[in-house]
C-alpha cells in the first residue's frame, strides 16, 4: 500500500497570502495524484488531478506541480472561501489512498 | 444537473449488517466507475471500494476485504454498499463518488450518509 503524508497538518496563513501544500508518496506514483478541498460539513471537491491538471470550474490561482514521489499544491493569493481541509490521493494502483489532511486555517 | 444521493446509513450493533444505495442522476450511469470513500468522525478521507463502469471489476480497501461487496444496477442508476460483520471502526460518513472517465479520481460526491456501529 502506498502512504502518503502531508505536510504540514495546519498551515495559517491571512488572506492574499500564498499557500505550499506538500504531498508525498512512500513509492513513486509517477504523476498520479489528485487534490482534493473539504470544507465542514461538505463533500469533498475534486481541485487537480494528474498533478498538475485542474478540474472543471477550478480557478486559476489554484496550480498542482511533482511527479514521482513529491508533489505541491499551491494556492497563489488566498480567497476567504479557500480555507478549508486539503488531501491527496494516488491512483497509480490497488488500493487508492488518501493522505491525512493538511488544514488551511486563517491566521 | 449532475448529482448522487445516498441512501441506507444508520445505527447498527457490532456484527450486523447494512446495505448502501446510491442513486445517480443527470449523468450516463453505465459508461461510470463509481466509487465509496468514508470519513471517520473527526478523521480524514478512507478509500473504501471501486467498481468499473461495465461492473465486472470490483476493488477493496484491506480493512473492508471480505466483508464488504460493491455492485451496480445500471438499469436502476444504482451503486451499492453491503456491508457485513459491521465493526466499532466502521462508523463514519460514507461517501459515493463517481470516477472521472479514464481516471481513478472522483469528480462528483453525494453528500453522504452516516454509519454507526455501535451496541
Known amino acids: 500500500e502506498i502512504v502518503l503524508t502531508q505536510s504540514p497538518a495546519t498551515l495559517s496563513l491571512s488572506p492574499g497570502e500564498r499557500a505550499t501544500l506538500s504531498c508525498r508518496a512512500s513509492q513513486s506514483v509517477r504523476s498520479y495524484l489528485a487534490w482534493y478541498q473539504q470544507k465542514p460539513g461538505q463533500a469533498p471537491r475534486l481541485l487537480m488531478y494528474d498533478a498538475s491538471n485542474r478540474a472543471t470550474g477550478i480557478p486559476a490561482r489554484f496550480s498542482g506541480s511533482g511527479s514521482g514521489t513529491d508533489f505541491t499544491l499551491t494556492i497563489s493569493s488566498l480567497e476567504p472561501e479557500d480555507f478549508a481541509v486539503y488531501y491527496c490521493?494516488?491512483?497509480?494502483?490497488?488500493?487508492?489512498?488518501f493522505g491525512g489532511g493538511t488544514m488551511v486555517e486563517i491566521k | 444537473e449532475v448529482q448522487l444521493l445516498e441512501s441506507g446509513g444508520g445505527l447498527v450493533q457490532p456484527g450486523g449488517s447494512l446495505r448502501l444505495s446510491c442513486a445517480a442522476s443527470g449523468f450516463t450511469f453505465s459508461t461510470y466507475g463509481m466509487t465509496w470513500v468514508r470519513q471517520a468522525p473527526g478523521k480524514g478521507l478512507e478509500w473504501v471500494s471501486s467498481?468499473?463502469?461495465?461492473?465486472?471489476?470490483?476493488f477493496y480497501a484491506d480493512s473492508v476485504n471480505g466483508r464488504f461487496t460493491i455492485s451496480r444496477d445500471s438499469s436502476k442508476n444504482n451503486v451499492y454498499l453491503q456491508m457485513n460483520s459491521l465493526r466499532p471502526e466502521d462508523t463514519a460518513v460514507y461517501y459515493c463518488a463517481r470516477v472521472i472517465l479514464g481516471y481513478w479520481y472522483f469528480d462528483v460526491w453525494g453528500r453522504g450518509t452516516l454509519v454507526t456501529v455501535s451496541s
Open positions: 490521493q494516488h491512483r497509480s494502483n490497488w488500493p487508492l489512498t
Open positions: 467498481i468499473r463502469s461495465s461492473g465486472g471489476d470490483t
